[in-house]
């Protein structure tokens, strides 16, 4: 059953409930609706339920994002004792905004890094996230490197979430054939993947391979139906514009046209996710 935005801000907790009051209305595109910012903060919530944070956690979220969209909901979590080491390799745009007008911003640390080689000596975090960042590396190997690297510098576990290729429904379909489009448009313009991201949503199994391959010793994992709409996977028609070669820039053109009818038609919905809560060797 599709949730409304009412009753899910409801569900929030107090805290978070404050800071997206805070926030207002963020509106970076005339195509996002005005609450679209609500149900991502909200799925992200409802995600991170299953990573089971205590207060006072001590959190290194891989991927933040220059939006903040799984950090704010990290922060209010963590309370007023823990903290949240927000990292990303570049791609900040209205972080600080965000976190700052949230009033969590005291909670909150950021550093550019590259997940793949993080600075940390030792094990120091409680916990290791990265909620929808796994899809912005650019292949498998990067992926494994990060996990990796996650795996070290977490006491114990880490906790990762990702949107699955399910489609359950024609608005997940239609959110999946959008996305779709975003990996092959990059590679025809040249631009790098940890730059821009979008790699295609990887399969529970594939997910699985990867954290066992970067040395978890027990891995969990829950496929998580959201129920809520999505509106990310949409990028304008201007940048297929500027793919020199003129049949793929004409190939892209009909595709993009396409999704964005589907899109019109049946709305956009997040597709399954898949929540994966992984352990490191113990000595």
Not at 13 to 34: C, D, F, T, V
């Amino acid at each position: 059953m599709k949730r409304n935005i009412e009753d899910t801000l409801n569900e929030m907790q107090p805290e978070l409930l404050k800071a997206l009051k805070n926030i207002g209305i963020y509106q970076p595109h005339p195509r996002l609706p005005s609450d679209w910012f609500q149900w991502q903060i909200a799925e992200r919530q409802m995600i991170l339920n299953y990573a089971e944070i205590a207060s006072g956690t001590n959190i290194l979220e891989i991927g933040c994002g220059g939006q903040a969209i799984t950090t704010i909901p990290l922060a209010a979590s963590v309370g007023e004792k823990g903290r949240v080491i927000a990292v990303d390799r570049g791609r900040w745009h209205d972080f600080w905004k965000l976190i700052g007008t949230s009033g969590l911003k005291n909670r909150v640390i950021p550093l550019q890094e590259d997940a793949r080689k993080l600075p940390f000596p030792y094990s120091c975090f409680d916990l290791v996230v990265c909620v929808h960042g796994i899809r912005s590396f650019d292949n498998h190997q990067a992926i494994a490197d990060a996990v990796k690297e996650m795996l070290r510098v977490t006491k114990e576990r880490i906790f990762l979430a990702e949107s699955s290729p399910i489609a359950r429904n024609l608005a997940q379909k239609a959110h999946i054939t959008m996305y779709n489009l975003r990996s092959p448009m990059f590679l025809a313009l040249g631009i790098d993947y940890s730059t821009a991201g979008d790699i295609p949503y990887l399969s529970r199994r594939e997910l699985v391979k990867i954290v066992k391959k970067a040395g978890a010793t027990r891995v969990e994992t829950r496929l998580i139906e959201v129920n809520m709409p999505h509106h990310l996977a949409w990028f304008p028609l201007s940048m297929i514009e500027k793919i020199r070669d003129k049949k793929t820039r004409g190939d892209m053109k009909e595709k993009w046209k396409k999704a964005v009818k589907m899109l019109d038609k049946y709305g956009e919905e997040h597709p399954p996710v898949i929540v994966v809560n992984a352990w490191k060797k113990q000595s």
